[in-house]
């Protein structure tokens, strides 16, 4: 007994590791994408990253004996690729080009609003709850808080600014999108050899979108650049999304998904540090109004 004891100790202790993990990893990768946006465009940045993570996971996966997906999952696996990775990863590289990668953190956090409208949306004879409408408004409030001042900027950088808000929503709602198709369509037997495929076909999508704007004229590597795109490969993508599994695993749903309010802290601090990005009392107003509506909208009731 108490060695069972002392065993499920070990994986709860491993799972809180992997969950910090996650928000460490997961928060520094709004840097390293605008330090890689010196040199290297979006769309192909998200391609090199995503495909060669997917086939390193599919690597490593080949070498523990664990098989891939089978083909008849391939055309849902490239579906969610095309949501969840051109779509919302290329929303949030494109966006980052012109918006602070802190601010671009706590924006992506307005995911959860999307994901519950899209939801509503899908899923035939549910409705949305008065609480969930007053959530998704409190939070519209704070993000109109948090960026009219620099959308209402005279020039060019203000409706650069504007597109790139723009974007970063575009990412939320094909996120919201790919989850509501997985919760739907999807359901892998091995989450990691799935992941592996899904970042493969994203990183093919994202490609064919770079080669299609033009993007390799402006591709070019420093060590600075080369060192933030391995960063990401390797650490944001392999590494994150298997601790995330563990963490999923053998935590409780609820507390995993509480890095999403952790990543924002971490983007901001390491953007103001490292980059010296712009911070403003009126981002934490904001950031709470958000979180506030977050909370509110919770999840759906069935």
């Not at 995911?111 to 409190?138: E, H, K, L, N, Y």
């Not at 704007?213 to 590597?221: M, P, Q």
């Not at 650049?225 to 053998?250: C, E, I, P």
Request: contains cysteine; proline residues 4%.
């Amino acid at each position: 007994m108490s060695g069972s004891a002392s065993a499920g100790a070990g994986t709860q202790r491993r799972a809180w590791i992997a969950w910090i993990a996650v928000c460490v990893i997961w928060g520094t990768t709004y840097l390293g994408i605008k330090v890689a946006l010196a040199t290297i465009p979006p769309f192909l940045m998200g391609g090199l990253r995503y495909v060669a993570a997917g086939v390193v996971l599919a690597a490593a996966l080949s070498a523990q004996g664990r098989p891939l997906p089978p083909r008849s999952d391939w055309g849902g696996l490239a579906i969610l690729g095309f949501f969840m990775f051109l779509f919302g990863n290329g929303g949030v590289v494109w966006g980052e080009q012109y918006v602070p990668s802190g601010l671009t953190a706590v924006l992506v956090g307005t995911s959860p609003f999307w994901m519950v409208g899209i939801d509503a949306m899908v899923t035939r004879g549910q409705q949305m709850f008065v609480r969930q409408w007053v959530g998704m408004f409190v939070g519209f409030l704070g993000i109109v808080l948090l960026v009219w001042p620099d959308i209402t900027a005279g020039g060019g950088t203000g409706r650069g600014f504007f597109f790139g808000v723009i974007a970063l929503q575009i990412a939320c709602i094909g996120w919201a999108i790919g989850s509501a198709y997985t919760r739907r369509h999807v359901a892998p037997r091995d989450v990691l050899g799935a992941a592996s495929l899904q970042m493969l076909f994203g990183g093919l999508f994202m490609l064919l979108a770079g080669t299609a704007l033009g993007e390799w004229d402006d591709l070019s590597f420093t060590p600075k650049t080369t060192f933030a795109l391995a960063y990401l490969t390797l650490l944001g993508s392999v590494v994150a999304f298997a601790a995330y599994s563990y963490a999923l695993r053998h935590l409780n749903v609820a507390i995993v998904s509480l890095y999403t309010y952790v990543n924002p802290v971490i983007a901001v601090a390491l953007g103001t540090i490292l980059l010296d990005e712009p911070f403003h009392v009126r981002m934490l107003i904001a950031g709470a109004i958000i979180l506030t509506g977050i909370l509110i909208v919770g999840p759906k009731k069935t």
